[in-house]
T-cell receptor, first 115, second 108 residues
């Protein structure tokens, strides 16, 4: 049973560039969330996708955008990269029954470094 | 509002017990607990629901105190494998808001 897979594992970009991160959810899951985790901190919610629509968004600027495909996989796009965007980006999937009683299954993340 | 975890770090000898607290300024309905080892993804431990029972995972258990708006995670007879950073997450809408984490180091 494949878990959540993310690609790439590491990425180095220059300030001002754009980046796309990819995620395939755990088999059977239809809801994908993205989190940003700075070093030594807890994950911060970016947004959640269900049925190819953004269902909820955290306190992140419009430079952060996403997409969900019919096969439930998802992309996170970040434009005009800033040094402060350097972080571990985690994708998490779950069943759409709701966050109150559904655990999140996390991928191993993409480590983004902006120089 | 981010939940507050305490302590920020704890060092244990194998076999010792520890308690990690997660406090919220808002009413709690659902609290998740995850453990993240260095360089790895957070792994789900358990969910506590308002009005629900105390949960357990191996020798790790948790409780939910509605009046105090707090959840506590209990590490009992700790094992070396319990080392890692523990995060609580409070559920609201469609998202989890995570605390800052508690680093746990279990030594032989």
């Amino acid at each position: 049973d494949a878990g959540v897979t993310q690609s790439p594992t590491h990425l180095i970009k220059t300030r001002g560039q754009q980046v796309t991160l990819r995620c395939s959810p755990k088999s059977g899951h239809d809801t994908v969330s993205w989190y940003q985790q700075a070093l030594g901190q807890g994950p911060q919610f970016i947004f959640q996708y269900y049925e190819e629509e953004e269902r909820q968004r955290g306190n992140f600027p419009d430079r952060f955008s996403g997409h969900q495909f019919p096969n439930y996989s998802s992309e996170l796009n970040v434009n005009a990269l800033l040094l402060g965007d350097s972080a571990l980006y985690l994708c998490a999937s779950m069943l759409q029954t709701g966050i109150y009683n559904s655990p999140l299954h996390f991928g191993n993340g993409t480590r983004l470094t902006v120089t | 509002q981010q939940p507050v975890q305490s302590p920020q770090a704890v060092i244990l000898r194998e076999g010792e017990d520890a308690v990690i607290n997660c406090s919220s300024s808002k009413a709690l309905y659902s609290v998740h607990w995850y453990r993240q080892k260095h360089g790895e993804a957070p792994v789900f431990l358990m969910i506590l629901l308002k009005g629900g029972e105390q949960k357990g995972h191996e020798k790790i258990s948790a409780s939910f105190n509605e009046k105090k708006q707090q959840s506590s995670l209990y590490l009992t007879a700790s094992q070396l494998s319990y080392s890692g950073t523990y995060f609580c997450g409070t559920a609201a809408g469609n998202k989890l808001t995570f605390g800052g984490g508690t680093r746990v180091l279990v030594k032989p």
